[in-house]
């Protein structure tokens, strides 16, 4: 069932969002050649606690860190580790959200390590302005097909390809919530957009197949043939004046 927020409600859900948001920015400033992935964990964390916030990722269905951070070909839910060490030319995907005051956020945002190769800084670039172009389309009276088709046709045209297998969600009292939003569809499908709908628009998108593959750890999600991944998210109401996205910093 999709729940529909009031415009007070919506109001509500902005510290979670804001402070969704910093945590990022914050884990995102982090990304450095020579840094671990739990160092970076560690960042957000002490940063949603001390907002007076819960970082809601953790344990969440048993996930070990406060933020998924993924390297690479991991398209998402990367277990943050003191193993895993960035390098000059990596891309770091980071996904953070937080709850406070019984409301969530939740965003990601891929980061280049130093410099990177032309095809990582492609990657990254294009699932940055395919979410931008799903939340153009997000408009009350569209539908959530419309959000997908805007997203999966600018990437493809762009040579890159949607995940299927994982989609974004509304947001609210709960991290997830109805309605699913695909990354991919039929505009003019789907459940209607109405005002006071809060959802999490999320692309991922892969450098080659669209195919990803579980590793045995039960959490971390890699591209089927090993190429890059990217994925960026925000939480965004629906106003009627249009989509006003709530995980700004
Ligand atoms: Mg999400």
Same mark, same amino acid.
């Given at each position: 069932?999709?729940l529909v927020?009031?415009?007070k409600?919506v109001?509500?859900m902005k510290p979670?969002?804001?402070?969704s ?10 990304v450095?050649?020579g840094v671990?992935?739990a ?5 957000i964390y ?5 907002q007076g ?14 933020a998924?951070?993924?390297v690479?070909?991991? +398209?998402?839910?990367g277990i943050?580790?003191?193993g895993?060490?960035?390098h /000059? *030319?990596?891309? @770091?995907?980071?996904?953070?959200g937080?709850a406070?005051?019984?409301w969530?956020?939740?965003?990601a945002?891929t ?7 032309e095809?990582a800084?492609h ?6 302005e ?7 389309a ?5 539908r959530?097909g419309d959000?997908?088709a ?8 762009n040579?890159?390809s949607?995940?299927?297998t994982f989609?974004?969600h509304g947001v609210g009292?709960?991290?997830h919530e109805d309605?699913e939003?695909p ?10 957009? +109405?005002?006071?709908?809060v959802i999490?628009?999320?692309?991922m998108v892969? /450098? *080659?197949?669209? @195919? ?6 039960g ?5 089927a043939?090993g190429?890059?991944?990217a994925?960026f998210?925000?939480t ?12 700004q910093?």
């Amino acid at each position: 069932m999709i729940l529909v927020k009031t415009a007070k409600e919506v109001e509500a859900m902005k510290p979670a969002c804001q402070i969704s948001a910093e945590a990022l920015r914050l884990g995102g400033e982090a990304v450095k050649p020579g840094v671990t992935t739990a160092q970076i964990d560690k960042i957000i964390y002490d940063y949603i606690v001390s907002q007076g916030a819960r970082p809601n990722f953790k344990g969440l269905g048993g996930f070990p860190g406060s933020a998924c951070i993924s390297v690479n070909d991991v +398209v998402i839910h990367g277990i943050p580790s003191h193993g895993i060490v960035l390098h /000059e *030319g990596d891309i @770091v995907s980071i996904d953070t959200g937080a709850a406070v005051h019984g409301w969530n956020g939740d965003n990601a945002a891929t980061f280049a390590c130093g410099a990177v190769a032309e095809n990582a800084q492609h990657i990254m670039d294009v699932t940055k302005e395919a979410l931008a172009r799903g939340i153009a389309a997000a408009q009350p009276g569209n539908r959530v097909g419309d959000i997908g088709a805007a997203v999966q046709q600018y990437v493809e045209a762009n040579g890159l390809s949607v995940v299927r297998t994982f989609v974004g969600h509304g947001v609210g009292r709960k991290l997830h919530e109805d309605p699913e939003v695909p990354n991919f569809g039929t505009a003019g499908h789907g459940p209607r957009l +109405v005002a006071g709908m809060v959802i999490a628009i999320e692309p991922m998108v892969n /450098e *080659g197949t669209h @195919v990803v593959k579980e590793q045995p750890d039960g959490w971390t999600i890699k591209t089927a043939d090993g190429k890059l991944s990217a994925h960026f998210e925000h939480t965004i109401a629906i106003t009627p004046k249009g989509p006003v996205i709530l995980t700004q910093v």
